[in-house]
């Protein structure tokens, strides 16, 4: 009677070990190949490496959500698509061969419908467009990000899955500062470690994680941990030398601050620890950026990059200020030529050179297949007064849910999760006034996770209540 049972668990035990050896030989195989015909480019052969895991994990949707955090810091593009929005695809394939109970109200995601309104003034937006085409593809963007949104909001069903998510990504980007240190030791340039530029904003909503956690935390390792692990980013965000980013993880901070200060006994934080809080703050910030200094002394050089505003002789300019402002001239000559429905979702970069006023050599060096660089001048250049209206309100109504969402929960355990993802969401909401990178990219996929996320949060605790 007990033969059979056997026969059976040894033969999952023998596929189990089938799928291991041709992963490991496939994965063998594929990196003597990147080696021998791209010279053993480190993005390429860990996206290479991926390809068999991928392939044997479609029949299992969670490995592949575990596997998304891991590709925003590897900074490939295909086309003008980045690897993650890419996978968003492979995600949604294994969601349509493993899940065959969708229903109704799987698509009743919040805001759906000022989502979709704004899906809507994109794709009429496009109608202005001097390249239709590439504003076609770049829409779809937009349309990863809400299948994105829709896939999690459907199939998350735990804390257990968010945590999980959350801890993969804080550990790479563990990883990624590591190697920023290392870059910096080496260099004394800014760095941005093996992640390329987005990791700027990655650590930012890193520090916002971990501080979150700091606070929440019980036991005294757990805070000693967490507080080292925010001195640590810290360390790698002053080591990037990027402004922008120290302003919006600064201001996110701040906005979490003054919302749990003001909310201690719905935190169930006593005075003494939001005040010995409030000092630990001050001593990482004083630490990192000593110690970002040790590493690399020109750190705060770029600090005083606004005092050398001038244009050389070659036509380079002394600081990154300077070449935004050639890309916002250019840009707002786009705005008013069409002012009501712009010039087309996410067209700038391939139509600028139709409203440059500029000399055409800086065009050529600072505007030419650059993007706005700023979230709400880009829509408004692109998809004119109409979009920017629809936009700030898409904007305006999650800040709104989000903050509502937080303040309402019963269990502390489901406050503290609720806050964490709503962090991470600010961060983006917050650095949007100095970048445009979450329309696009990695940028739009870390968004439209952290989203999915708080959404599919709300979704299970409120099932939960009704059981």
């Known amino acids: 009677m007990t033969l059979l049972p056997r026969i059976i668990e040894n033969r999952v035990a023998w596929t189990y070990l089938l799928s291991l050896f041709s992963y490991i030989l496939l994965l063998s195989v594929l990196f003597l190949l990147s080696v021998y015909f791209i010279g053993a480019k480190l993005p390429i052969i860990v996206l290479l490496s991926l390809i068999p895991l991928v392939l044997f994990s479609l029949y299992n949707f969670k490995v592949l959500l575990y596997i ?63 390249s239709p085409m590439m504003a076609l593809l770049g829409i779809n963007h937009y349309i990863l990000f809400l299948v994105l949104i829709f896939i999690l909001y459907s199939t998350v069903k735990s804390s257990i899955t968010i945590k999980r998510i959350v801890s993969i990504y804080l550990i790479i980007l563990a990883v990624n500062t590591v190697h920023v240190i290392i870059q910096a030791l080496m260099t004394e340039k800014r760095v941005f470690g093996f992640a ?189 007064i109409v979009g920017i209206i629809a936009f700030l309100y898409l904007y305006v109504s999650i800040i709104y849910y989000i903050t509502k969402k937080i303040l309402k929960y019963s269990l502390l355990v489901d406050r503290q999760l609720a806050l964490l993802l709503g962090a991470g969401i600010l961060y983006c909401m917050v650095s949007m006034f100095t970048t445009d990178a979450w329309l696009w990219g990695h940028g739009i996929i870390l968004f439209s996770l952290l989203l999915g996320l708080f959404f599919a949060h709300e979704r299970f605790i409120i099932s939960q209540v009704s059981q």
């Open 68 to 130: 998304l955090p891991i590709l925003f810091f590897i900074n490939i593009n295909v086309s003008v698509f980045s690897i993650s929005e890419l996978f968003v695809a492979v995600i949604f394939l294994s969601f349509f061969l493993t899940h065959n109970n969708i229903l109704p109200q799987d698509f009743r995601f919040p805001l759906k419908k000022n989502f979709l309104f704004y899906l809507t003034i994109l794709l009429i937006s496009m109608l202005k467009s001097s």
């Open 196 to 384: 390329g530029i987005m990791y700027v904003d990655y650590v930012g909503v890193g520090i916002i994680f971990s501080i979150v956690l700091a606070v929440f935390e019980k036991t005294i390792f757990k805070k000693y941990f967490w507080g080292v692990l925010t001195l640590f980013n810290t360390i790698g965000l002053i080591l990037t030398q990027t402004r922008t980013s120290w302003i919006s993880t600064a201001a996110t901070f701040f906005v979490i601050f003054g919302l749990v200060g003001f909310k201690r006994d719905y935190f169930n934080i006593r005075n003494n620890t939001f005040r010995n809080f409030s000092i630990a703050f001050i001593i990482v910030i004083i630490l990192g950026v000593s110690m970002a200094v040790v590493f690399n002394p020109k750190t705060l050089s770029r600090v005083s990059d606004f005092e050398k505003a001038d244009v050389t002789e070659t036509g380079m300019v002394s600081n990154s200020f300077v070449s935004r402002l050639f890309i916002w001239h250019t840009a707002y000559n786009a705005f008013i030529s069409n002012p009501i429905l712009g010039i087309g979702a996410y067209s700038f970069p391939y139509s600028s050179q139709n409203y440059y006023t500029i000399n055409r050599a800086l065009y050529k060096i600072y505007v030419e297949k650059l993007s706005p660089h700023q979230t709400f001048f880009a829509v408004a250049v692109e998809t004119g």
